[in-house]
């Protein structure tokens, strides 16, 4: 009897430490979770995000973007003779199909037109891309109407998220809760407060760190997500723990009552 009474006041502290250590480490605060928090009442709080004003035309082409054009003139025929490329059908807007044609634009910013020849798109937005195109395209057409539109807007997410991996865009720019939902949202232990965004700018790469749970976000410069952009979700250190989101308070109550048990015998 004194044997087992020894083994268990050798077991129970430990045991103690333990239930401690997986309540701390398995219990995430609700403030890192939730979304879109007001933090206006904390001490010193001040918002860094700034409101932005417009978000159309601000992603600018790259090298290895594609982009979808199609020539329209009064001139069926003479639409069909610079429509003749690699091609794709999309639907268009009152059940009419339009052709739509691939152009790659190559490391030093130029697409190769047919019987036009290269145009150089350096430094263009979609908006500056149909006027240098249609620039291109006077002296051989007086009056033509492009349809230009970005065929390669993705963006990449990593980390702790669901489904990580290349996400496809239906649009020029999403949300960035758009593009989190499209990955199966952040996990229980993904760092919303700490979420870090690399964005390609004509200057280069620029990092930003977004906190998700700040409603301010909102409407920000950072609001918004654009081809190209990366996500990264850092993990918390209950990941480390090995602690998966299986991890309940069922668990914990094992625990305890294992411990009161042990008390209990002990007594």
Same mark, same amino acid.
């Given at each position: 009897?004194?044997?087992?009474?020894?083994?268990?006041?050798?077991?129970?502290?430990?045991?103690?430490?333990?239930?401690?250590?997986?309540?701390?480490?398995?219990?995430?605060?609700?403030?890192?979770?939730?979304?879109?928090?007001?933090?206006?009442?904390?001490?010193?709080?001040?918002?860094?995000?700034?409101?932005?004003?417009?978000?159309?035309?601000?992603?600018?082409?790259?090298?290895?973007?594609?982009?979808?054009?199609?020539? =329209?003139?009064?001139?069926?025929?003479?639409?069909?003779?610079?429509?003749?490329?690699?091609?794709?059908?999309?639907?268009?807007?009152?059940?009419?199909?339009?052709?739509?044609?691939?152009?790659?634009?190559?490391?030093?910013?130029?697409?190769?037109?047919?019987? @036009?020849?290269?145009?150089?798109?350096?430094?263009?937005?979609?908006?500056?891309?149909?006027? =240098? @195109?249609?620039?291109?395209?006077?002296?051989?057409?007086?009056?033509?109407?492009?349809?230009?539109?970005?065929?390669?807007?993705?963006?990449?997410?990593?980390?702790?998220? =669901?489904?990580?991996?290349?996400?496809?865009?239906?649009?020029?720019?999403?949300?960035?809760?758009?593009?989190?939902?499209?990955?199966?949202?952040?996990?229980?232990?993904?760092?919303?407060?700490?979420?870090?965004?690399?964005?390609?700018?004509?200057?280069?790469?620029?990092?930003?760190?977004?906190?998700?749970?700040?409603?301010?976000? @909102?409407?920000?410069?950072?609001?918004?997500?654009?081809?190209?952009?990366?996500?990264?979700? =850092?993990?918390?250190?209950?990941?480390?723990?090995?602690?998966?989101?299986?991890?309940?308070?069922?668990?914990?109550?094992?625990?305890?009552?294992?411990?009161?048990?042990?008390?209990?015998?002990?007594?």
């Amino acid at each position: 009897m004194n044997f087992l009474r020894n083994t268990l006041l050798f077991l129970y502290k430990p045991l103690l430490f333990l239930m401690a250590v997986l309540y701390m480490s398995g219990c995430i605060p609700q403030k890192e979770t939730v979304y879109l928090q007001d933090h206006s009442d904390k001490k010193d709080y001040e918002n860094p995000y700034k409101k932005y004003t417009s978000i159309t035309d601000k992603y600018y082409l790259r090298p290895n973007d594609y982009l979808y054009i199609h020539v =329209r003139t009064p001139d069926p025929k003479l639409s069909e003779f610079f429509n003749q490329s690699s091609s794709t059908n999309m639907g268009g807007g009152n059940n009419q199909n339009y052709k739509f044609f691939y152009y790659l634009i190559d490391d030093s910013m130029n697409i190769d037109f047919p019987y @036009v020849g290269k145009i150089n798109l350096s430094g263009c937005n979609i908006k500056m891309a149909k006027e =240098r @195109v249609k620039e291109a395209l006077k002296p051989f057409l007086k009056d033509a109407d492009l349809i230009i539109k970005l065929a390669s807007n993705t963006c990449t997410i990593l980390g702790e998220v =669901r489904k990580p991996g290349v996400i496809k865009m239906e649009k020029d720019q999403i949300t960035i809760f758009q593009a989190f939902a499209k990955a199966g949202d952040i996990s229980p232990f993904g760092k919303k407060k700490k979420v870090k965004l690399v964005r390609q700018t004509p200057d280069g790469e620029v990092t930003y760190i977004i906190d998700l749970t700040d409603k301010n976000i @909102v409407n920000s410069e950072y609001y918004y997500i654009y081809p190209n952009d990366l996500l990264y979700v =850092r993990p918390m250190k209950a990941k480390m723990w090995g602690i998966g989101e299986s991890f309940s308070i069922g668990i914990i109550a094992s625990v305890l009552a294992l411990a009161l048990t042990i008390s209990t015998l002990i007594k």
